[in-house]
């Protein structure tokens, strides 16, 4: 149980233009989602917080117009990188708590993750 | 503010030895604790978690961790390490109510034969 996907699993653009990652919990509800940023051989870095109809939390120092996301259902989060640049390059991640009882749990199950090439 | 210190960055041991990993966090009320293991381009699987009672948890693949409240220290352990061990391994901190966790800088695991 418990299982989050992510699709692409790698994506290579162009500069310019605009890649949207889904994140999805297969098995179980999620009100919440998170996505994250993680450099080589580094920690995770939260980009934001997803809740389900409503707007994404943004970190400090995130552009919420150039990573714009959407958790338009109980199971599906996008995460959309606008105009990429080559420094957007990056392995995106996401999370899902999930819904127990009409609440979410303080669990985070994450996603295998997606390789973004900006060139 | 909440933080995770993991001090060491790598570690080297060999298989079927024990193994330690520390994490020390910092947290201004009652932590929720969690290891996480990630494999070389993949995401993070929860391997425990401690939110109250037992104070000792049991997670999968083998692996246990110790709360200690007075040194603020969420340790993972296992007793034989198997190379399909080698990862890296992150410890996270959050609370109730709380539901953004913040991660340590993690602590890359080799195991030689």
């Known amino acids: 149980g418990a299982v989050v996907s992510q699709h692409p699993s790698w994506v290579i653009c162009k500069s310019g233009t605009s890649v949207k990652i889904e994140c999805r919990s297969l098995d179980f509800q999620a009100t919440t989602m998170f996505w994250y940023r993680q450099f080589p051989k580094q920690s995770l870095m939260l980009m934001a917080t997803?809740?389900?109809?409503?707007?994404?939390?943004?970190e400090q120092g995130v552009e919420k117009d150039k990573f714009l996301i959407n958790h338009a259902s109980l199971t599906l989060s996008t995460l959309t990188v606008t105009s990429a640049h080559p420094e957007d390059s990056s392995f995106y991640i996401c999370s899902a708590r999930e819904d127990r009882l009409g609440r979410s749990t303080d669990t985070q199950y994450f996603g295998p993750g997606t390789r973004l090439t900006v060139l | 503010a909440q933080s995770v210190t993991q001090p060491d960055i790598h570690i080297t041991v060999s298989e079927g030895a024990s193994l330690e990993l520390r994490c020390n966090y910092s947290?201004?009320?009652?932590?929720?604790l969690f290891w996480y293991v990630q494999s070389p381009g993949q995401g993070l699987q929860l391997l425990l978690k401690y939110f109250s009672g037992d104070t000792l948890v049991q997670g999968i693949k083998g692996f246990e961790a110790e709360f200690k409240r007075s040194q603020s220290s969420f340790n993972l352990r296992k007793p034989s390490v198997h190379w399909s061990d080698a990862a890296e391994y992150f410890c996270a901190v959050g609370g109730f109510g709380n539901e953004k966790l913040t991660f340590g800088t993690g602590t890359r695991l080799t195991i030689i034969p």
């Open positions: 947290y201004g009320a009652t932590p929720y």
């Open positions: 997803s809740n389900e109809g409503s707007k994404a939390t943004y």
